[in-house]
Nanobody
Framework: VQLQAYGGGLVQTGGSLRLFCAVS???????????LGWFRQAPGKERETVAV????????YVADSVKGRFTISRDNAKNTVYLQMNSLNPEDTAVYYC???????????????????WGQGTLVTVSS
């Protein structure tokens, strides 16, 4: 199973970016059973949860720091998870990682430690 994140880049404050994460090596049926998440790590800081989406109902969790600005979604037909990022500010500058939880939990996994499949990351830089 491979996760490939795309869409990062340089954007000015107030701008938008859409990140994509394509998951390969699994069937659509298997992908639909994955919980999926976006995480980020800024220089000198620990990795933090940005947003996650559950495997079944599509229920989402969004961190307070990005609530109202970022939206996570998934397309099970395309084995892809998205992160729409609006109203970006310099504090959003980080490497963004997508991740998948390949086994089922009784709750929606929110922390990075609960995810076992990771992509390589894509850099988002927001200039002031």
């Amino acid at each position: 199973v491979q996760l490939q994140a795309y869409g990062g880049g340089l954007v000015q404050t107030g701008g938008s970016l859409r990140l994509f994460c394509a998951v390969s090596g699994v069937s659509g049926g298997t992908f639909s059973r994955y919980s999926l998440g976006w995480f980020r790590q800024a220089p000198g800081k620990e990795r933090e949860t940005v947003a996650v989406i559950s495997r079944a109902s599509g229920r989402t969790y969004v961190a307070d720091s990005v609530k109202g600005r970022f939206t996570i979604s998934r397309d099970n037909a395309k084995n892809t998870v998205y992160l729409q990022m609006n109203s970006l500010n310099p504090e959003d500058t980080a490497v963004y990682y997508c991740a998948a939880r390949s086994t089922i939990l009784s709750h929606m996994p929110v922390t990075a430690e609960e995810y076992d499949l990771w992509g390589q990351g894509t850099l988002v830089t927001v200039s002031s």
